[in-house]
């Protein structure tokens, strides 16, 4: 502010030397003059006198304004910084990728799912189930539209058939010519393609655009993982290095397909980043030091056809893996509560921007906690059921078995979300201040010499 201005806001009256109340005047005697004398201060008789105006303060002239302008932009100085950081990690991550490829991987179709000689079929279930455990189900017009007896297994005999249902079975030639056939699955072809249809016309038309790059990026995302972690998984490569590669290469496609070549995306990746090198670090001790087993049947089945699979480097990149999404979600809502704040105040300072921008966090890190506990809680849900059932205590049951898994899985990618927090705020808190405040400091100066 210049001198003159300074002249000028002294001579403009206060807001509380505007305030008058009639209620508390005395009527004055009026005067010879036929009008009520003012007293040198400036008010009337019987008035309360007016309280000084304060001295003004010009040190915090600009400190608490509030501008809503375009979004702030960093320093050039910081994004060169930021692309120095990132791009070294996804190049690390490509070398590792191509070093790491797995070329010896067992190809796709080892585990039959069909008997020899057998064909595959689809039909409607046509009438109720029979006493020999057998099923009339109508095949479809391409083979033939004709009725036949389907065997079914007893588990899913008992969950429950009705008229209309679609299922897959299976056509096994036996002696004599003739043929059996034999339930294998539920034909679910056609309500979960109307779900995942209906999923992503819904999120391309609230999200338009970005929407329709985050399916992209998911896409991307899903090939990544089919292509690379599955294979080096089934070849017995380093855990902590599949899971540090295939996390920062689905990262960089997702975040800058999904919201753009942005320095608030950068932000964002740099705190994920982060956040999944310390949640791999911890995954890897806690995986080794709880001694946890996972004994699916799956694993158990994989080990037997391929020897070279660990079940620790499942585990961990399970780990891993399972809180790329709501890690993603954290940063990249923290990034941009920090762009908020600075948009609608540009003066704040890093650890104002940072404390204000931590209020935000909090709340999300309460409700986000809930949200991982309670997924784990859903998709282990049978388990805790048969688990309640066990006559040990309740420390006992939760530090046992899959039980153990599914703890240290939820508090391995709770302890990483907490982390990633307050490291992706104070992130963008520097990256919007540092190399900027110098910049206003130095037109506020230039403003009053003016």
Known sequence: MSFDDQQHTELLP????????????????????????????????????????????????????????????????????????????????????????????????????????????????VGPL??????????????????????????????????????????????????????????????????????????????????????????VSFGVIVLFTLPALLTGTEPIATALITSIVVMFVVLYVAHGFTTRTSTALLGTVIGLVLTTLLADWAVNSTNILMLDEYLIQLGMIEPRISMRAVILCGMVLAGLGVLNDVTITQASAVWELKTVNPNLGVWELFHRGMRIGRDHIASTVYTITFAYLGAALPMLMMVSLIDQDIVATLTSGEIAVEVVRTLIGSIGLVLAIPITTMIGAMVLTIGRQENVTVRSSSADIA
């Open 14 to 125: 206060t807001r509380a030397s505007r305030r008058t109340d009639a209620r508390q005047y005395e009527p004055a005697e009026p005067s010879g003059h036929g009008f009520t004398p003012v007293t040198p201060g400036g008010h009337y008789p019987g008035a309360p006198e007016p309280e000084p105006d304060p001295e003004p303060d010009y040190s915090h002239s600009h400190g608490h304004s509030h501008s809503h302008g375009p979004a702030p932009r960093a320093s050039r100085g910081v994004r060169i910084v930021l692309a120095v950081l990132l791009i070294p990690m996804l190049i690390a991550s490509a070398v590792g990728m191509y070093l790491l490829w797995p070329t010896d991987a067992p190809p796709r179709g080892t585990i039959p799912t069909v008997a020899e000689g057998a064909e595959i079929l689809t039909g409607t279930v």
């Open 130 to 219: 029979e006493e020999d455990g057998s099923l009339p189900v109508q095949l479809d017009d391409k083979f033939g539209g004709e009725t036949v007896d389907v065997m079914m297994s007893a588990e899913y005999a008992q969950a429950g058939i009705e008229d209309g249902d679609r299922m897959r079975f299976q056509e096994i030639p036996i002696e004599d010519g003739q043929t059996t056939f034999v339930f294998q699955d539920f034909e679910r072809t056609f309500p979960i393609g109307i779900m995942a249809l209906g999923y992503a016309l819904l999120v391309v038309l609230v999200a338009r655009w970005r929407g329709f790059a985050s399916l992209i990026g998911l896409a």
